[in-house]
């Protein structure tokens, strides 16, 4: 109260991108009322400076902002969380620490599933490399579009441009054969694909948190 | 044929979890200890329970190492490309950091890649806490990023050219 400004914000170290910041400036025109609350807190009567709400008018029908400010969509929602919702983040949250903002912390434990789809532009087209190699290998040639008569259908439910079966689609050859070779010669194997599973339950409880949050 | 016994799915996803756990209690309690002067009982149960941790369960989170390196190391690329850490947009990476964080990661997954079904003896013990550490204090600061890394690919060469140790009696074939 009393804030001439008004600003919504993520956390600093939220701001995946897509965070969403909403200025209200008040007129200078404003003037500051007083208003003599009960005694509530004290036994003596205290004045409280207030404002005015921010003379934001939508297509000029006079109505006040939502308080919450203008309402993040999917894809920014899921932008602005990936930092949170992965492992790295998730000791961040539990221990107090800030290990997610260090280089090696963030490539250790980051979420590489939202980092890929809901990361900068650059990232959506990193798509083809940020999975696994296994599963890269397994879903060549396997049908990765919706349709009535396809029986065999592999794709990721969340909204947003990018995505793995466009991804594969435009892959070429000589990229599955490199990420095919990448993870054989390193023989990740099963560790690597539960590492992932891990990205991706961290990936569906965001999805699932954000249609919550932008509904 | 081979030293290995299998293990349940959610055992080995348990163990990722298990080994970020040693991570934030021990970093957790370093910087509540370092914060109040070492006068924060809670930060010096915190160092002992992740201490314990790492060293009561280093069979558990020794064998999942090739795959947290794997993935790092692709998170380590997507870096590369866009210039930024992942799931972090308002940090910048230079990108010979990433490139060689890159390198440094593939060559810990694929020196650790044994790791998943070999036995363990003290000396490995010793040396998996030795990266352990050494990642522990490469994720503590951006500068120590590089040499950490370096380290841990020391370590895990070392014991990558450690001979196996003697078959166990109880081991399935």
């Known amino acids: 109260m009393g804030a001439d400004n008004v600003a919504y914000d993520d956390e600093p170290g939220d701001c995946g991108g897509g965070s969403v910041t909403v200025t209200a400036q008040a007129p200078p025109d404003v003037m500051p009322i007083f208003v003599s609350l009960p005694s509530l807190l004290s036994d003596t009567q205290q004045s409280m400076q207030t404002a005015s709400p921010p003379a934001v008018r ?28 992965s492992l790295v983040g ?15 912390g963030g490539l250790l434990g980051g979420n590489s599933i939202t980092g890929s789809l809901y990361g900068s532009a650059d990232d959506n087209v990193q798509t083809a490399i940020s999975n696994t190699p296994e599963i890269l290998t397994r879903s060549m040639g396997t049908v990765t579009t919706y349709g009535r008569r396809t029986a065999d259908i592999m794709a990721l439910n969340l909204a947003g441009k990018g995505g793995l079966p466009q991804a594969l689609g435009t892959s070429g ?8 070779t990448a993870g054989k010669i390193l023989g990740l194997g099963l560790s690597f694909e539960q590492r992932l599973a891990v990205d991706a339950a961290f990936t569906a409880a965001e999805a699932a948190y954000c249609v919550a949050v932008t509904q | ?5 299998e293990e349940p799915w959610f055992a080995k996803v348990g163990s990722i979890l298990l080994l970020f756990a040693c991570f934030g209690f021990i970093a957790g309690g370093m910087l509540r200890v370092s914060r109040e002067g070492g006068a924060s009982a809670v930060g010096w149960m915190m160092l002992v329970v992740g201490f314990v941790l790492t060293f009561a369960t280093v069979n558990l989170w020794g064998r999942i190492l090739p795959g947290v390196f794997g993935l790092a190391g692709i998170n380590a690329l997507t870096t590369l490309w866009s210039g930024h850490l992942i799931n972090q947009p308002n940090v910048p990476v230079p990108r010979h950091v ?15 890649s ?26 503590s600061a951006n500068q120590f990023a590089i040499p950490g890394a370096v380290a841990v690919v020391a370590c895990l060469f070392v014991l990558w050219r450690l001979p196996a140790p003697h078959r166990r009696n109880n081991t399935q074939v």
């Open chain 2, 98 to 112: 990433a490139l060689i964080l890159a390198v440094l990661l593939f060559s810990a997954a694929f020196l650790s």
């Open chain 2, 1 to 5: 044929m081979q030293e290995r016994r």
């Open chain 1, 173 to 180: 050859g000589a990229l599955r054969g490199a990420i095919g």
């Open chain 2, 114 to 139: 044994h790791l998943a079904i070999r036995q363990f003896n003290a000396v490995h013990r010793v040396l998996l806490l030795a990266v352990f550490s050494c990642l522990l204090i490469a994720m």
């Open chain 1, 90 to 104: 998730t000791v961040d949250k539990v221990f107090g620490t800030s290990l997610r903002n260090t280089f090696l």
């Open chain 1, 58 to 85: 939508e297509a000029g029908a006079g109505v006040p902002p939502p308080k919450s400010g203008t309402k993040q969509t999917f894809n920014q929602c899921m932008a602005a969380n990936a930092s949170n919702f």
